[in-house]
């Protein structure tokens, strides 16, 4: 399977969205079901990396998985709202690059 780019999963995901999963739900819908993957996503790294124990309904769950669907959902809300979540990611950079340049260095927590 090839790299896919931000750009490309929008527009995959728009072409699935408009063929297979006929239409997306509305922008609130997808933020609660955003909501449940992050949950879902939580519940597998507490049982992974923290105290939890793993129950029988966990068995077979995989964090890139879980991961993934995060990003699905994410990437149905930028389609629905128009936004460009290459030149968002990038200005982004360009932000914390300017806020943050020697912060992390300086963070006495950090070293």
Known sequence: MNDITIKQAQTDVDQWIKTVGVRYFNE?????????????????????????SFKESDKGKELGDEMADVL????????????????????NFEKKNIRDATRHQENKKLQ
């Open 28 to 52: 609130l819908t997808n933020l609660g079901i955003l909501m449940e993957e992050v949950g879902e996503l939580s519940r597998l790294m507490v049982r992974q990396y923290g105290e939890q």
């Open 72 to 91: 699905w959902v994410l990437i149905c809300l930028a389609n629905q709202t128009g936004v460009d979540l290459t030149a968002a990611l990038q200005k």
